[in-house]
Every structure is written in structure tokens, then in C-alpha cells.
């Protein structure tokens, strides 16, 4: 069973069409969950980290959110400039230092 | 901005050979990682790093690996023989302490085993 899902695995906007990421999660315990960003090639690109329930994080056109089962990533206004992969990975209680990965949400945003 | 540097880029080896795949921390970080991902895959742990010893490794992680910190700034990650399945590319993190605390990412090395 996999531990982090994200959905929709592609997700194509025209730039200025706001939309959500999914990251749902079914471990227990969880300690910390985060959201990179992955250009083709490249090594994952921090963004947030959100540890508990009701949390919010915001920068530029991003924000994110969590909670007790999901995260959302919410991209607001998108450039073309934000075309890339986000990963979700998260720690829970006994899995401290080693991430656990979703496949990622590959987002592309035409001019 | 501090950042992770690794080196190669792009690594090409044919099966069985060593390869030794380099990285240089965030200066002032205590902890180090390597983790892998195939090419349309998820991004897999291989291993942590505190202190001059393994924190903790995966099932990934077997005897073909090893890591290593020669000096005040490398990090190393040696595959002894390797295997095609190996193939991937192999990304080094770092973070100031343990836990929970944001991991930073490298480019990464593309290793192609032939």
C-alpha cells in the first residue's frame, strides 16, 4: 500500500488558472511533511514544511496546507515560470530522517 | 545561498566496475543522506549519515554501498559492482540537525551502468 499518494499525477493550466495539488498520506504519526519542487534533471527544490494539522504556509503564487490525512499545494495565478514536478515526502513517528516520497504532480502552465 | 554541490553530473559505467559518486554539504550541516530515484519512479532513501557513522540505511542499502566523509567537506557514495538495475539518479541532502529538521537536495549524479 502506498504510504503518500499525490493526484492528479499531471495537471496542464493556461497561465492564470488557480488550482490545487493533493498529497494524502495514510501513515500515523506524522512528524513533518514537505513540499519540493523538481525541474527536469534536477535535484528536488525545498519549498514548505508544515508539521501539524491546520498549518499554512504561503510564498509567491504557492501556498500550502495540511491536514490530519492530506496536504494541498495551491497555486495561484501560475506563471509558465512554474512549470515543474512537485514532490510531496513526509517523517512519521518511528521513520524520523528518512522521507518518504509521493510520485509527484508534473504541472504545466501555458502562456 | 549555501547549496549541496555532487560531482559528475552524469556518470557512464559498464556493469561491475566501482563508481564513487561525490558530494560537498551545506557547511554547517551535521547530517547527510543519499537517495535514489529510477527514472519515473519515487524517490527512494538509501542512507543517513551523523557523526562519522550510518544513522540508518534501507533494504536498498546493501553491502554493494558504502558511504564515507574523507575529509571536512565530502560525502561519498561508493558502489562497489555495479548492476544495471542501478541505474538512477543518486541525490545527496544534507540538514542541520536530525529529526525532522529540512532536507536540502543536490543536483544530483545521473548514473548510467551499461
Known amino acids: 500500500e502506498d504510504q503518500v499518494t499525490q ?14 495539488l493533493n498529497c494524502s498520506y ?5 512528524r513533518g511533511l514537505f513540499w ?11 519549498l514548505f514544511t508544515l508539521y501539524s494539522a491546520g498549518e499554512e504556509k504561503e510564498k509567491e503564487r504557492l501556498k500550502a496546507t495540511l ?8 497555486i495561484t495565478a501560475p506563471k509558465p515560470e512554474d512549470s515543474a514536478t512537485y514532490l510531496c515526502a ?13 510520485l509527484g504532480t508534473s504541472l504545466a502552465v501555458n502562456p | 545561498e549555501p547549496e549541496v554541490t555532487q ?13 564513487i559518486l561525490r558530494c560537498v554539504p551545506i557547511s554547517n550541516h551535521l547530517y547527510f543522506y543519499w537517495y535514489r530515484q529510477i527514472l519515473g519512479q519515487k524517490v527512494e532513501f538509501l542512507v543517513s549519515f551523523y557523526n562519522n557513522e550510518i544513522s540508518e540505511k534501507s ?15 565530502n560525502f561519498t557514495l561508493k558502489i562497489r559492482s555495479t548492476k544495471l538495475e542501478d541505474s538512477a539518479m543518486y541525490f545527496c541532502a544534507s540538514s542541520l540537525s536530525g529529526s525532522t529538521d529540512t532536507q536540502y537536495f543536490g543536483p544530483g549524479t545521473r548514473l548510467t551502468v551499461l
Open chain 1, 67 to 74: 491536514t490530519k490525512k492530506e496536504s494541498f499545494l495551491h
Open chain 1, 26 to 30: 495514510t501513515v500515523s504519526g506524522l
Open chain 2, 59 to 73: 533494504e536498498i542499502f546493501d553491502d554493494q554501498f558504502s558511504v564515507e566523509r574523507p575529509d571536512g567537506s
Open chain 1, 90 to 102: 513526509l517523517f512519521y513517528a518511528g521513520n524520523n530522517r528518512k522521507l518518504i516520497w509521493g
Open chain 1, 7 to 20: 493526484s492528479p499525477e499531471a495537471l496542464r493550466l493556461q497561465e492564470g488558472e488557480s488550482s490545487s
Open chain 2, 7 to 19: 560531482t559528475p553530473s552524469h556518470q557512464v559505467t559498464q556493469m561491475g566496475q566501482e563508481v
Open chain 1, 36 to 46: 519540493y519542487r523538481q525541474d527536469p534533471g534536477k535535484g528536488p527544490e525545498f
